[in-house]
Nanobody, 123 residues
Framework: QVQLVESGGGLVQAGGSLRLSCAAS????????MGWFRQAPGKDREFVAA????????NYADSVKGRFTISRDNAKKLVYLQMNSLKSEDTAVYYC????????????????WGQGTQVTVSS
């Protein structure tokens, strides 16, 4: 059974930084692609970033390129999202996601989701 638990959300001022973490209870974590999505109030859930099992393939949404960085620690079964230069439009619930296929994560259809963590950016 796969469980993903996000942490690190909170309230931050515009221009500030936060680091989200996702702890994965996946026996074969090192073969899974991992990703982050977000959903703002009244909007559809959208892709933010994804990384393949080894870190050799990374994809970001245009809206976060140059500001957000995805990383993973396969030994600890953790994935991170470092968010810098935060804007009010980054306010959303952020979800961790996992799938064995990188393209499936990027395509927005990962097989596993976390419960989400709230990020609020005040202007």
């Amino acid at each position: 059974q796969v469980q993903l638990v996000e942490s690190g959300g909170g309230l931050v001022q515009a221009g500030g930084s936060l680091r989200l973490s996702c702890a994965a209870s996946i026996r074969t974590f090192n073969v899974f692609a991992m990703g982050w999505f977000r959903q703002a109030p009244g909007k559809d859930r959208e892709f933010v970033a994804a990384m393949n099992w080894g870190g050799g393939s990374i994809n970001y949404a245009d809206s976060v390129k140059g500001r957000f960085t995805i990383s993973r620690d396969n030994a600890k079964k953790l994935v991170y999202l470092q968010m810098n230069s935060l804007k009010s439009e980054d306010t959303a619930v952020y979800y961790c996601a996992a799938d064995k296929a990188f393209a499936t994560v990027v395509g927005g259809r990962p097989g596993y989701w976390g419960q989400g963590t709230q990020v609020t950016v005040s202007s």
